[in-house]
């Protein structure tokens, strides 16, 4: 047996063992899945929903426990019932249901509401506040993307995932016009500003009080998904060169984000391959026994990574 072909099968078993577990910890009567115990988060639904998925259209039953969530207004909360609007929700809510084939009328009202959806910092007062009194944090306020929950400023994971969400909803029809334009170009100009000096994301701010904060490798990967289609920059390569260093990582969730990211990258070079290649070794011995594995988030997350070679990139906004 080839080492090539003994790490296809380590990977083909462990997905299959990922998808065991992710069946096995479903909440009652369908109910979707929960990060860890029994209240539902949108998150590791529609993760699991994307890694169980067996073609491109899923019925009507097969997301009844993420719609039976979505609010009036078309947005998500993190977890349960009316716990609060969050915007990382509803983005990784609309990416699923699109790449799942349903119905684009089921989900119109939550594209518009990303759409016309604001951070702090659009305010023109706040705006003015950053640009000329509070300088700890260095970053344009006049470039925004999406807060974690209302009322607060950007931040680098709820961008990426709306801006992946929208290009998606985009292609099936959805949010047209010129406001959808502007919120993909100062989203996709918002997640530039931010980058670190040599390449990569923090969770936010490149720089605090004058510091240069380190890139986290989940969030590089999830900027590096968004910005697929903008490789020819050079911070956007220089990240992608930093984050394909980085496939040592000891996070499982960290590193099937990266695996992810990497893979629509795949064909700009010779290193990117070997790089995920060393990466799915990596994380398929990370996650060997799922049993152990308490975020079914990273479960989901690392089926989708090892699963690369029999389902599509359910990340991927260029093609």
Known sequence: MTASFASFERRRLGRCRLLTELLRRRLPSGGGWSHKGTQFGTEPTALALLALRSGSIVTKE?????????????????????????????????????????????????????????????????????????????????????????????????????????????????????????RLRLGTEMLIDRACLGGGWNAGNAVVYGTPLRPHVDTTALALLALRPLYHLPIVRNSLKWLLGNAECPSAYSLAWMILAADVYKDVGINVAPAINSARDRLAALVEDPRTIEDTSTLALAALALGLDAISNPFEVEG
């Open 62 to 182: 097969g997301v009844a426990p993420l719609m039976a969530r979505q609010g009036p207004d078309g947005l998500w909360s993190a977890v349960g019932d009316a716990m609060g609007v969050s915007f990382w929700a509803t983005a990784l809510a609309v990416n699923t249901l699109s790449t799942l084939g349903a119905e684009p009328a089921t989900y119109a009202d939550s594209v518009d509401a990303l759409i016309h959806s604001r951070p702090m910092e659009a305010s023109w007062l706040v705006s003015l506040k950053f640009r000329l009194l509070d300088r700890h944090v260095q970053f344009d306020p006049r470039k925004f993307g999406w807060p974690w929950v209302p009322g607060t400023v950007s931040w680098v994971g709820p961008t990426a995932m709306a801006l992946i969400a929208l290009e998606r909803a985009k292609r099936r029809g959805l949010g047209g016009g010129g406001e959808l334009s502007r």
